[in-house]
């Protein structure tokens, strides 16, 4: 089993930063790929970058790329999601992923509300 938790959203002003930290627990030598999601209301689930086991990123999507970075620290067992330049279209529930053994886990999420 592996525990995810995630922590740093909240809420800022446009062209403002953020940093979302997750915090792996549990089996941790067994995941593989991560990932930050983010659900924006009324809208499916969507990944925003991926970074492998090794902590390369992979996979980030257009509306994000320059502007968000991702970090992974095995020894921490931390992935974090730089944000910067924010803008109200980045509001969000921001949840970590990670896949360990076939299995795919999931932590709560976060809430990130940029305004204008």
């Known amino acids: 089993q592996v525990q995810l938790a995630e922590s740093g959203g909240g809420l800022v002003q446009a062209g403002e930063s953020l940093k979302l930290s997750c915090l792996a627990s549990?089996?941790?030598?067994?995941?593989?790929?991560m990932a930050w999601y983010r659900q924006i209301p009324g809208k499916e689930r969507e990944f925003v970058p991926r970074?492998?086991?090794?902590?390369?990123?992979?996979e980030f999507r257009n509306f994000v790329k320059r502007r968000f970075t991702i970090r992974r620290d095995n020894t921490k067992n931390t992935v974090d999601l730089q944000m910067n330049n924010l803008t109200p279209e980045d509001t969000a529930v921001y949840s970590c992923y990670a896949q360990a053994q076939g299995l795919d886990y999931w932590g709560q999420g976060t809430q990130v509300t940029v305004s204008t």
């Open positions: 549990g089996k941790t030598w067994t995941i593989g790929g």
């Open positions: 970074i492998t086991r090794g902590g390369v990123p992979r």
